[in-house]
């Protein structure tokens, strides 16, 4: 526990030293630190998730807060593994991402000091098992990535997107609060342990309590309904920040609902279907609207919802294996779950990464206004395809692993014989498939859209010079989702330990063991696919090593006068599909039409709104509005009024305290 | 001691010698499957027609040409077709062909099966985006969009049948399915029916799509592979014809009963694939392609059935149908 405090204070250090140092050297200044606060974080982090122990240590603060329990368990061994090395690439990244911002008078050392805050109280998050003290990390974690969010504050929409993302966490934070509350009162006590008991008595008392933190946690994680500061925030915010708040700091929001998970001994089935419910909805809506994006950021961030969605998939199939009695089922599920929290970070941060490449070098995050990108910058075109395959969940990278291991778990679940297990999992496995089947068509559509086909617009800048920071940052990222996608058996062997945290009574069993060889053998399939495919190329390049391969234009049907505006746009390629789910989406469409023989002008403008947003949150704020405008007397603005509040309210108290004497 | 390393050595030879039947069956019965499909077009249309090996001529004289390649395009373009090529045959190596064995079987085969065939079209798509031209674009979004819908009733055909039979690879399901009794001829009937679609949807044929359509505006299939010649059409044009033979495979594992011996069911594979590809030859005659509008409500009617399917699977193994 000291190693890991060594570690936190290294960060911290480099937070306060990038106030201080020259502003060209902020950012390496804090990579180097955090550098070496991650390997001291690593040492106990690592020790714990191999060999399953945990460290427990005790800080002692007066009241109100009282004595704050840590603990490294697995579980929170996994996530500060995670946190710290995803930042410490996202803050490399960010070496070669702030050089243009240089010398122009932006907050560089403020913005470096909110980074090192926010993994700093990120890893606390993982470890506090505290109530109140969780509370104060959680809050201070919402408010320094709020800065870091509105880096580019003279855009208004960057503002704009920020007050959002900060009224968006403290309505998550008040529902935490209620929940905590609730919890600590009936206690006596704030810590976590004590909850325990109180979880375990009455089911429905804890179904409420579950669906309360669920409510709570889920606006940071980013689940439907509560999704909408996502695809806000994310587009505002660097791309360095949204990387690393998409890869790690909404998962924080997971690792609450499975810290509550592990206060629950046995969920009730009601939860494991609520669950599994909403998280299917948040997937299928997350990728509708991703697919509906032209803004690459925006798409990323909707997609974002939509692995949210697998992972909570994993966590319901893990729920339900829980609640009957299913030990394979669960651990199946958690740790497609939570291999799946560690994919989506890897591939989410190499897709904003390269995103944020391409805005820096272009200056636009519209994928209509970008194409041929692929022959101008191939080593990103060559990334983000990594990224894109991934994340879209096929093999041969990360993405297939861990959805693989959510589909063993669900089929593993129909040895529970009972008809609803079996037709909600059906659902699941056709909502699942159908979602890997449109992550596919988004991403081919990004992807194209960005990278393929000619240029809709003339790129001025020097287009291919990559800072090496960056571009060691997102090799590294897209090694890791080649590794995972190429040897899974060793990667499950490692989740053993935080899955255990959840399933209380695995030990490593013959169904795991048998699953682990499933592995292995999917792995050699890979490999020899792999194979294969290297196979046919080299017989096509003797082939062709011979013959003439010459060069020429693109079949144009007889059409000579074609030109780049003519190709299929990112809209017209998702179209036919998007015209199929209208039904689910609000589309205001301003449309000039072309009339009469001499048309003059035309036009169309069309305006994504988010449904939730429209039909859900506008009535519900403007109810909230109107109800508190009734007491807006009270708020007059007259200081003397104001003291006469103060005065009254002393008065009555003093009464009460005297009348109740 | 001795006898029975002989008895493994035997085996190991036997299956090595199933593996490469399996991948022999996989790779020539697609030109035939082609071939008939044609001869049985000419025969609606009173012509005599091209002979059933025509196809191989046609790819060995692909393979013998030069290329020439879109100045628009980048890297993908060269290696699309091929990943693509070795996605479907690698598919192909995982569902039983000859005597119900399947060269690669494990647990959860299927899934790989799915998700192979997803990453060869993830290549086919961008490889035709790659090339700028608007025709296959309007080719490659069409394509995504119904293979889109018709993903799901594939997986809910294979869960089904997970928990009808309580086996998870291909191999044992099949196994399973034919060993079995009257009741799961109807869930054995909707499932078939399910695939069928599902071919003509992934094969691009009528009344989804029109392969011998001569207007680039009406077609799937054929218009993204415009810019395509030599040997990576002739990748993409065997590839294409693999993945239909794949389904009618699967199909013809439906039907076919209980072991038999390899010369018996390997004959009885090659009849029920080649009764499939005159069930497809003639609706090609005799069906007009659907509106491209009309498609997507021709591909739910996959869903629909595997759901009935799924209803069947419930009351078998809940409603005593036993």
């Known amino acids: 526990m000291i190693i890991f405090f060594l570690g936190i204070s290294f960060i911290l250090a480099g937070g306060f030293g990038a106030l201080l140092i020259n502003e060209k050297e902020k950012a390496r200044c804090l990579a180097i630190f955090s550098g070496i606060g991650t390997f001291f974080i690593l040492v106990p982090a690592i020790k714990v998730l191999v060999s399953g122990i945990t460290i427990t240590s005790t800080i002692k603060f007066t009241y109100p807060i009282g004595n704050v329990s840590l603990i490294i368990d697995p579980l929170s061994a996994f996530f500060l593994s995670l946190i ?200 299928v809506y997350g990728i509708i609207y991703a697919i509906r994006q032209n803004d690459i950021k925006k798409m990323l961030a909707y997609c974002s919802i939509e692995n949210i969605g697998i992972i909570g998939i994993g966590i319901g199939i893990g729920m339900l294996g829980l609640s009957y009695n299913n030990n394979i089922v669960a651990i199946m599920g958690f740790s497609g779950s939570i291999l799946h929290i560690l994919n989506h970070s ?68 129909f040895l529970v014989r009972n008809p609803f297990i079996l037709v909600t999992v059906i659902i699941s496995v056709a909502s699942l498939a159908l979602v890997g089947a449109m992550a596919l068509l988004c991403f081919t559509k990004a992807f194209s859209a960005i990278f393929l086909g000619n240029a809709k617009n003339t790129y001025t800048e020097s287009i291919n010079d990559m800072s090496p920071a960056m571009l060691v940052s997102m090799v590294v990222l897209a090694i890791f989702t080649l590794l995972i996608g190429l040897f899974p058996q060793y990667v499950f062997k ?87 789910t209208k039904p689910l989406v609000h589309n205001e469409v301003e449309l000039t039409r072309i009339e009469g023989f001499f048309p003059q002008e035309a036009s169309m403008k069309t305006h994504n709104h988010d449904v939730v947003e429209i039909y859900l949150l506008k009535p519900a704020f403007k109810g909230i509005k109107s109800l508190l405008n009734l007491f807006s007397w009270v708020q007059s603005g007259d200081t003397q009024l104001y003291i006469f509040y103060g005065l009254t309210s002393l008065v009555a108290t003093l009464l009460w305290i005297m009348l109740a004497n | 001691m001795d006898n029975a390393g002989e008895l493994s050595s035997t085996r190991k030879e036997r299956s090595m010698l199933l593996a490469i039947l399996n991948i022999l069956f996989l790779l020539i019965v697609p030109f035939l499957f082609i071939g008939i499909i044609n001869r049985t077009k000419a025969f609606w249309a009173g012509r005599r027609g091209a002979p059933v090996i025509q196809p191989i001529y046609d790819f060995i004289k692909l393979i013998n040409k030069g290329e020439v390649i879109s100045t628009t395009s980048s890297y993908i373009f060269k ?38 065939l997803a990453f060869g079209k ?39 049948f997970v928990a009808l039979t309580g086996n998870y690879s291909f191999q044992d399901i099949f196994l399973f399915l034919q060993k079995s009794n009257t009741f799961v001829y109807l869930i054995t009937v909707l499932s078939a029916v399910t695939f069928f679609i599902i071919l003509l949807v992934e094969g691009s044929r009528v009344p989804v799509d029109d392969p011998n359509t001569h207007l680039e505006l009406t077609m799937i299939h054929e218009v993204m592979v415009l810019d395509n010649s030599g ?48 069930v497809i030859g003639t609706i090609e005659s005799l069906v007009a392609r659907l509106r491209m ?30």
Not at chain 2, 299 to 320: C, D
């Open chain 1, 84 to 283: 710290s090395i995803m930042s410490f690439i996202g803050i490399i990244y960010s070496i070669g991402y702030i050089k243009p911002y240089l010398h122009k008078r932006m907050a560089i050392s403020s913005h470096y000091f909110f980074l090192s805050i926010l993994v700093i109280s990120m890893l606390l998050v993982c470890i506090v098992q505290n109530a109140l003290a969780f509370l104060v990390v959680w809050e201070i974690m919402a408010i320094s990535s709020f800065f870091l969010v509105i880096f580019e504050s003279e855009k208004k929409e960057v503002i704009h997107a920020g007050i959002n993302y900060i009224i968006n966490m403290h309505i998550g934070l008040f529902i935490l609060m209620v929940g905590f509350l609730i919890l600590s009162i009936n206690a006596g006590n704030v810590d976590f342990s004590s909850f325990k008991v109180l979880l375990n008595t009455n089911t429905s008392f804890t179904n409420t309590m579950f669906i309360i933190f669920f409510l709570g946690f889920g606006v940071k994680a980013g689940f439907f309904p509560v999704h909408t500061w996502l695809p806000r925030a994310h587009p505002a915010a660097p791309s360095h920040i949204s990387g690393m708040m998409s890869g790690i700091m909404i998962k924080t929001g997971i690792y609450g609902i499975l810290r509550i998970l592990t206060l629950i001994n046995k969920p009730s089935l009601t939860l494991s279907y609520f669950v599994l419910m909403i998280s299917i909805i948040s997937a």
């Open chain 1, 346 to 413: 890897i591939f989410k941060g190499l897709l904003f990464y390269g995103a944020g490449f391409i805005y820096q070098k272009t200056h636009t995050k519209n994928m209509e206004h970008l194409g041929g990108l692929a022959k101008k910058m191939p080593a990103v075109s060559l990334l983000f395809l990594i990224g894109s395959i991934a994340i879209s969940g096929l093999p041969p990278f990360n993405g297939f692993i861990s959805e693989f291991i959510i589909y063993n778990g669900m089929f593993q679940s």
């Open chain 1, 494 to 580: 490692l989740l053993i330990n935080p899955v255990s945290v959840l399933v209380p009574s695995y030990h490593f069993s013959v169904e795991s063991l048998n699953f682990v060889s499933t592995l292995s053998t999917l792995s050699w399939c890979i490999m020899a696919f792999i194979i294969i495919a290297g196979l046919i190329y080299l017989i096509r390049y003797l082939l062709l090593k011979q013959r003439s391969v010459y060069q020429y234009k693109t079949w144009d049907c007889g059409y000579q006068a074609g030109n780049n505006r003519m190709q299929y746009t990112s809209s017209s390629y998702a179209d036919p599909f998007l015209s199929l």
């Open chain 2, 79 to 116: 290696v699309y077709p091929v990943i693509t090529y070795a996605s479907i045959i690698f598919a192909g190596l995982l569902i039983p062909i000859i005597s119900h064995k399947s060269v690669l079987d494990f647990k959860l085969n299927f899934i790989l099966f799915a998700y192979i």
């Open chain 2, 122 to 160: 993830f290549f086919a798509l961008i490889g035709a985006m790659d090339t700028g031209s608007s025709f296959e674009g309007i080719g490659a979004s069409r394509e995504v969009t119904f293979s889109t819908i018709a993903e799901p009733a594939f997986f809910i055909v294979i869960a089904s």
């Open chain 2, 231 to 278: 040997p990576d059409l002739a990748f993409i044009c065997h590839g294409a014809a693999i993945k239909m033979t794949i389904f009618a495979i699967l199909i013809a594992n439906l039907l076919l009963p209980e072991r038999i011996g390899i010369i018996y069911s390997s004959l009885l594979l090659l009849v029920i694939i080649s009764a499939i590809s005159i």
């Open chain 2, 293 to 322: 509008t009309h498609v997507p409500q021709f591909i739910f009617i996959s869903i629909s059935v595997s759901l009935i399917m799924l209803s069947a699977t419930l009351l078998f193994i809940y409603g005593g149908a036993k």
